[in-house]
């Protein structure tokens, strides 16, 4: 094993050749882009063309150093990718890590001017980083020795952008195209398709611009023309300006521009031929009030180093206007009290009609970056509908005369089958409270977890939607489940109002508030792996001159209980439901407080941007109809419910509550992956 050292000396030198350089501004008026462009091909026909007088990067000036927050955001990507619309670097998946072998290569000799040297050969290499020391990857373009053992496995070339202010573009050669291979962007603005993902990564370079707007018809020819230009050697390099057209608030709501300035530089393998060609891109940022371009010195902004952060931060700024804009600083800072949040909710919460449609756009845009678009899918089984518990509002509470049931071992094996074979990421169980639950909860945990195995494995998390119970019984629960699937504790609170909350519970267990509220601090005590809270929306009558002044009091009190939560075992809940209450076949009971749809939406909009590492999820008992209007704001939807007692495989009518969206599980897994939510 060869050892590392942290600046070891003596790597052998480069010479850059005598770069042969275009230019192209196409920062003008339509006419005048396409006068430019079309220059630009006869000159580039020109095997004697010399640069423009007009350019200004020179290639010992093409590569500035990463600062420190570039560096670590860059790095954090490497390590751990995230599958968002805006994760930094993306490959194609037909790139081969080999190939980063040759695109460091060529690389190397442009790094020198920000220290960054080595050798490389198709055998590998060694590289010497001022900052990080020295890194030997093999053949296959994988890291293999370093000071850092977390980078071992990892692409050399991902890595060597970390230390790169700017963004990187590859494109490479496959047979007779030239295909857009990788994207490694902070700010990001190819566009993206509904998954989230870049439309340009594995496209042929000349098709994809030919069919671009407005000038398509000159642009495929000139990637074309670039291409040919490398191929004869009668260009080196192409610098291209372009004008800043996306316009965006800083975090002090100053309109600016966003300005990119792209070169192109060749790659070639051992025998000279063009293998492909490297996109490097300088982004700015002005003030749209600024006369002169960063181009020519104009002043440029320095901006969070992600696009993500951007938008985050602008998130907050965003929110502050809604309240104070003089709290905006305060909103900032890592030390923001709870109190001092929930206050600006609640001036929210206030003003709803006057800031929903800024705030469903914001709310969209974080769940997007979080989750990508995409939905998760959990199942369902109630395996008892006994209890002793007399509440109100719900269809299986002891005073109703219906016959009640617990699934013996072979009717569980039925109904987690019937679930298992749409394979659901998530599968939650739920029964009601009763002498010897506890029992019958560890069963269907060791049923489930044998089912699941025989099923392919496909589960992701298990969730246990139960009464509260106490430490001891919640250990058994823990001890009976096995393997390594995380184990969710979930229990809605029905109100956080103990005064309301005692209206609707009569008598059982469930009276005892306190118990209740307290009962996910028992579950993480006894080693669950998750808890998940909740409220059910339309019981709170505390102000009868506003009926929703009740359910804006739930929607503050989740928000506190999540934080609780946080502070007292360091992590917040993973999922959230606010399940509106709806009358019950066979019951007299009337949702006190109505929550219509337009409300529903924005609560959940709130909720998202308030807790936005909790999974928002969204039951049938609303509508397909509403449901795809609230998607863009959650992240897990239920699977065909039939909230009845082996409901699964067998005909039931005892349904805790009616079902808004009826669905099978075919259809809505079918219409789930049509729409890209899946």
């Given at each position: 094993m060869k050892t590392i050292t942290p600046n070891p000396a003596g790597f052998e030198s480069f010479e850059i050749p005598n770069y042969k350089k275009a230019y192209l501004d196409v920062r003008g008026n339509s006419m005048e882009i396409v006068e430019n462009?079309?220059?630009?091909?006869?000159?580039?026909?020109?095997?004697?063309?010399?640069?423009?007088?007009?350019?200004?990067?020179?290639?010992?000036?093409?590569?500035?150093?990463?600062?420190?927050?570039?560096?670590?955001?860059?790095?954090e990507d490497l390590l751990n990718p995230q599958k968002s619309q805006y994760t930094i670097a993306e490959f194609d998946e037909n790139y081969e890590s080999t190939q980063s072998v040759l695109i460091v290569q060529q690389l190397l000799p442009f790094l020198r001017s920000i220290g960054i040297d080595g050798r490389v050969s198709p055998e590998g290499g060694e590289i010497n980083f001022p900052q990080t020391g020295n890194v030997i990857f093999d053949s296959e373009g994988k890291i293999q020795e370093t000071i850092d053992p977390e980078l071992v496995g990892k692409d050399i070339f991902h890595f060597i952008s970390c230390h790169i202010h700017q963004d990187l573009a590859v494109v490479l050669k496959r047979k007779d195209e030239f295909v857009y291979a990788s994207d490694i962007s902070r700010f990001e603005k190819t566009p993206k398709n509904e998954n989230g993902k870049n439309m340009f990564l594995g496209k042929n370079i000349v098709d994809f611009h030919s069919a671009a707007p407005n000038f398509g018809k000159q642009l495929g020819p000139i990637f074309q023309k670039l291409i040919n230009a490398f191929?004869?050697?009668?260009?080196?390099?192409?610098?291209?300006?372009?004008?800043?057209?996306?316009?965006?608030?800083?975090?002090?709501?100053?309109k600016i521009r966003r300005f990119e300035r792209d070169t192109f530089i060749p790659l070639r393998g051992d025998n000279d031929e063009l293998q492909g060609f490297i996109g490097v891109a300088n982004v700015f940022f002005q003030n749209t009030k600024e006369t002169m371009s960063p181009y020519e010195g104009g002043e440029s902004y320095e901006l969070p180093p992600t696009q993500l952060e951007l938008q985050t931060k602008n998130f907050v700024k965003r929110i502050s206007s809604i309240t104070n804009s003089k709290i905006s600083d305060e909103l900032l800072q890592e030390n923001l009290s709870l109190e001092r949040k929930i206050e600006i909710i609640q001036t929210i919460l206030k003003n709803k009609d006057l800031y929903r449609k800024e705030l469903l756009n914001m709310a969209a845009e974080r769940n997007l970056e979080i989750a990508g678009g995409k939905l998760n899918l959990y199942g369902i089984s109630y395996i008892s509908d006994k209890c002793v518990n007399d509440c109100s509002y719900c269809g299986h509470n002891c005073g109703e005369e219906n016959e009640r049931s617990t699934l013996t071992d072979e009717e569980m094996n039925l109904d987690f089958r019937a679930v298992l074979k749409h394979q659901p990421h998530e599968f939650c169980i739920l029964a009601g409270e009763y002498q010897g639950s506890v029992d019958d909860y560890c069963r269907a945990l060791k049923i489930l977890n044998q089912v699941n195995k025989e099923s392919g494995e496909h589960l992701q998390r298990i969730s246990l939607n139960v009464a509260p119970l106490s430490e001891q019984d919640f250990g058994k629960i823990v001890a009976a489940h096995s393997g390594d699937i995380p184990l969710q504790y979930r229990l809605f609170q029905e109100s956080y109002d103990p005064q309301q909350y005692a209206k609707y519970h009569h008598s059982g267990p469930k009276r005892d508030f306190e118990s209740r509220i307290t009962a996910q601090d028992r579950a993480l005590k006894a080693g669950f792996d998750e808890v998940g809270i909740g409220v059910l929306m339309g019981l709170n009558t505390n102000d009868v001159q506003d009926q929703n002044a009740g359910n804006d009091f739930e929607i503050l009190s989740l928000i506190q209980h999540a934080h609780q939560i946080k502070e007292k075992h360091g992590?917040?809940?993973?999922?959230?439901?606010?399940?509106?209450?709806?009358?019950?076949?066979?019951?007299?009971?009337?949702?006190?407080?109505?929550?219509?749809?337009?409300?529903?939406?924005?609560?959940?909009?709130?909720?998202?941007?308030a807790l936005p590492e909790t999974n928002l999820i969204i039951t049938s008992r609303e509508t397909s109809d509403l449901i795809k209007k609230i998607e863009p704001y959650i992240n897990t939807r239920d699977l065909a419910p039939r909230p009845g007692v082996g409901g699964n495989f067998r005909p039931t009518t005892n349904f805790q509550n009616e079902l808004g969206d009826t669905r099978t599980a075919e259809e809505i897994i079918q219409d789930l992956k049509k729409r890209l939510r899946l």
């Open positions: 462009l079309r220059n630009l091909l006869i000159s580039l026909e020109d095997d004697s063309f010399v640069s423009d007088d007009r350019e200004i990067v020179h290639y010992e000036e093409l590569f500035s150093p990463a600062d420190s927050l570039v560096y670590q955001k860059k790095r191929e004869t050697k009668s260009l080196d390099m192409l610098t291209v300006d372009l004008f800043g057209q996306k316009i965006i608030e800083d975090a002090e709501f100053n992590r917040f809940p993973t999922g959230l439901s606010i399940p509106r209450h709806q009358t019950v076949s066979g019951s007299n009971f009337e949702t006190p407080s109505p929550v219509d749809d337009d409300l529903y939406i924005f609560y959940h909009a709130l909720l998202k941007l």
